[in-house]
């Protein structure tokens, strides 16, 4: 067909360009603008997306890879979606080495999608044959003609965010960011974007967002890995019990932990006071952000940008689900206002 304006050719030219948002509500009583860039606005739900499509652009270019080759990742999810979207149009196999942490939802979706999908227990080592790295190396080893994504250990991971999620951000809010809030997993959005936007003004402020239970924040403060701060936490894709290469701790000015508690029922008040269902981890930058806003880090001049990392609706039977809130606990220390659901008989 002849390119046309209202037509994409097919889905993955809709990634990026995602759209910053103002917060109007939830930032009531705080000193500064703060808006959102909404990254389940791409069509994966994820940042995510980004990123499999730069990597296996990247390979694709290296000529690395050819139809029928195998793509091995271990993902919360969000990557794994995104390389299988990616593996459907550009006509490649997708494994996935999941945590039992993940949602059933989004165990369903990446099948969906035609992944095959392995899930492996989430509170074991990350040496342990049974974690996800060890089952994705071991199925990378046995399967011929495969490549193994490797997202926590891999500088393209940060590199497609300094191309896409960084300009970007520059662009929207015409150079006058002042601080970027992100949650941290593998730490390629943050690493990525915040190299991008320090190039441009080094006076930015890049903080990022770590977990109750995770090593990031201590190891960004003392450089040592420690093991008491690793324990059990809920919150999906933030946080980590190891220290991935493909964060710069460097460009990271401080780490703020939210819990998991603080962190859902935030997710929660976004969609109620602006209209925005995004995931977990956008509930704990959003946490984190009013955390450092009472610590007294914003003036009446900052422009805070938040990244919203993914859609809520991959969250619909955990914090969307108040069955799951309550088992959590998580309804009786805060004072929470459920809505009525009538059944009409
Ligand atoms: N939020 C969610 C929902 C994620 O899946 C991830 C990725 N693990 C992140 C935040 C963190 O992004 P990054 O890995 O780029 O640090």
Known sequence: MEQNLGITNNILE???KTPMIKLNRITKGLKGEFFTKFEGYNPGH????RIALHIIEQAEKQGILKKGTTIIETTSGNTGFSLAMVSIIKGYECILAVSSKSSMDKIDMLKAMGAKVYVCPAHVSANDPRSYYQVAKRLHEE?????????????????????STGPEIWEQTQGKITHLVAASGTGGTISGTAK?????????????????GSVLKKFHETKELDPAE????????????????????????????VSDEDAAHRAREIALTEGIFAGY????AMQA???LAKQGEFDENSKVVIIFPDHGSRYMSKIYNDNWMAEQGF??????VQQVVEFIK
């Open 14 to 16: 809709l990634i990026g």
């Open 46 to 49: 994820s940042t995510k997306d």
């Open 143 to 163: 399967t011929a003609d495969s490549i193994y994504i490797n997202q926590y250990f891999n500088q393209l991971n940060a590199d497609a965010h300094y191309a």
């Open 196 to 212: 991008y936007l320090k190039e441009k003004n080094p006076n930015i402020k890049i903080l990022g967002v770590d977990a109750f």
């Open 230 to 257: 690793i324990y059990p936490y809920r919150i999906e894709g933030l946080g980590k019990n190891l220290i991935p290469t493909a964060t710069n701790f460097d460009i990271i000015d401080k780490f703020e932990k």
């Open 281 to 284: 981890t956008s509930g704990a």
């Open 289 to 291: 952000t009013i955390q």
């Open 331 to 336: 309804f009786d220390t805060q004072k929470y």
